[in-house]
């Protein structure tokens, strides 16, 4: 996540990409899409019923209900342990990781008013650090004019330096490389700011 001076640079960039262009564009950082409790409890509650068909293994002096009682305890540790975040995300598989990130991108689009922009000219670049997810969400004045491979390129770009660590930087090199397509799509003509330049931190 972004310290104080780095969101200011941030929006400084904002600022100036705006300058030449009549798009808004809107940043978003999010720290998680999920907490996936419901995987890792789903996970605990799996591993621990595939005790059950070790019960007739185990000492005949054990009674069932001792067995039902070990089972239990276990399903509860493994909940515990599972809810540690480095582990958590490892449970969740891509394609839902991914999806609850795409998710809340688009919720943020609305949220952030972005659809609502003079000449459909919105630009959101959402970024959810957990699932190393990226996506940029042009409204319809730019989807228009720029194709979804423009947007991909510097969406790859900005994953591997999220990989890296190296957020702040990423962040910046998007905003500038996404000026330049925006100030060729759409150069600015009228002097403006409808939105927000500072990074929304969720």
């Not at 599972?82 to 990130?101: D, E, G, N, Q, S």
Request: proline share 2%.
């Amino acid at each position: 996540m972004l310290n104080a001076s780095e969101r200011r640079t941030l929006s400084e960039t904002i600022k100036e990409v705006e300058s030449k262009t009549d798009a808004e564009v809107v940043t978003v950082l999010a720290r998680e899409a999920d907490n996936y409790l419901y995987i890792s409890t789903l996970w605990a509650a799996f591993l621990a019923l595939l005790l059950a068909p070790l019960f007739q293994f185990l000492p005949w002096w054990l009674e069932y209900q001792q067995a039902f009682t070990l089972q239990w305890l276990l399903f509860i540790a493994l909940a515990v342990i599972f809810r540690w975040r480095p582990l958590t995300m490892r449970l969740v598989p891509k394609r839902i990781k991914f999806w609850r990130a795409s998710n809340l991108a688009r919720r943020q689009f609305l949220q952030q008013e972005l659809h609502h922009t003079k000449d459909r000219l919105g630009l959101l670049i959402f970024v959810s650090v957990a699932e190393h997810y990226v996506e940029i969400l042009a409204d319809r004045g730019l989807a228009e004019q720029i194709t979804n491979e423009s947007w991909q390129e510097i969406v790859e770009h900005f994953i591997l330096e999220v990989k890296k660590g190296k957020t702040n930087e990423a962040f910046v090199h998007c905003v500038e490389k996404c000026g330049e397509l925006l100030e060729e799509a759409a150069p600015a003509t009228v002097a403006k700011n409808e939105l927000s330049n500072h990074l929304v931190v969720l």
